[in-house]
């Protein structure tokens, strides 16, 4: 849960997510909620950041939109900047830089997974509201982390193919 100037909101969002040998596969749900109401049953959480990189995110809707589009922004920014795509590696510190740096001023309360495949080869980072990041295989935040951890650890090994790796998410949704 987290706390918010109008009261206590309760976030049951939830993602998780599975790379395999040459792919990536993110699954969130699509709910808003605050506190026991549901407020829109159709939101996109993921986002494009460019085109071989996908960013989803679990938090409250203002943070979640807010910071989105600010990372989405700022890679397109840099894209121009540099005169090049920024790899999935740099655009993951770079969230992990401005939520560390957001931290104690005003914090965004969004958890993230940040996937791209570069040159062929898949990646996937696990980035927190603390500006914690790991490099991952599989990964879930939100209400979802408590119950399929066990899954995706089960299930998941390094040369999973495409349509193995439908079947965790599948185990996972239902």
Same mark, same amino acid.
């Given at each position: 849960?987290t706390?918010?100037? =109008?009261?206590?909101? +309760?976030i049951?969002d939830?993602?998780?997510?599975?790379?395999?040998?040459?792919?990536?596969?993110?699954?969130?749900?699509?709910?808003? /909620?605050w506190?026991?109401?549901r407020?829109?049953?159709?939101? #996109?959480?993921?986002?494009?950041?460019d085109?071989?990189?996908?960013?989803a995110? /679990?938090?409250g809707?203002? #943070?979640?939109?807010?910071?989105?589009d600010?990372?989405?922004?700022?890679i397109?920014?840099?894209k121009?900047l540099?005169?090049?795509?920024?790899?999935?590696?740099? /655009?993951?510190?770079?969230?992990? +830089?401005?939520?560390?740096?957001?931290?104690?001023?005003?914090p965004?309360?969004? %958890?993230?997974?940040?996937?791209?495949i570069d040159?062929?080869e898949?990646?996937?980072? =696990?980035? #927190? +509201?603390?500006?914690?990041?790991?490099?991952?295989?599989?990964? /879930?935040?939100?209400?979802?982390?408590m119950?399929?951890?066990?899954?995706? #650890?089960?299930? =998941?090994?390094?040369?999973?193919?495409?349509?193995?790796?439908?079947k965790?998410?599948? +185990?996972?949704? %239902?």
């Amino acid at each position: 849960s987290t706390q918010s100037t =109008w009261g206590e909101q +309760y976030i049951m969002d939830s993602l998780f997510a599975v790379q395999g040998k040459d792919f990536v596969i993110i699954a969130t749900d699509s709910t808003v /909620a605050w506190s026991v109401f549901r407020l829109k049953e159709e939101e #996109d959480k993921i986002i494009n950041l460019d085109d071989n990189k996908i960013m989803a995110m /679990a938090g409250g809707a203002a #943070d979640r939109l807010q910071f989105g589009d600010y990372i989405q922004c700022n890679i397109h920014f840099k894209k121009f900047l540099f005169d090049r795509k920024l790899s999935t590696k740099e /655009a993951a510190n770079f969230t992990r +830089y401005t939520m560390a740096q957001n931290l104690r001023k005003s914090p965004y309360q969004v %958890n993230c997974m940040i996937a791209g495949i570069d040159n062929g080869e898949p990646s996937l980072y =696990w980035a #927190d +509201y603390l500006g914690t990041l790991q490099k991952v295989t599989k990964g /879930a935040h939100g209400y979802a982390a408590m119950f399929v951890g066990g899954i995706l #650890d089960n299930f =998941w090994r390094e040369d999973l193919s495409f349509e193995e790796a439908r079947k965790i998410v599948d +185990y996972c949704i %239902n």
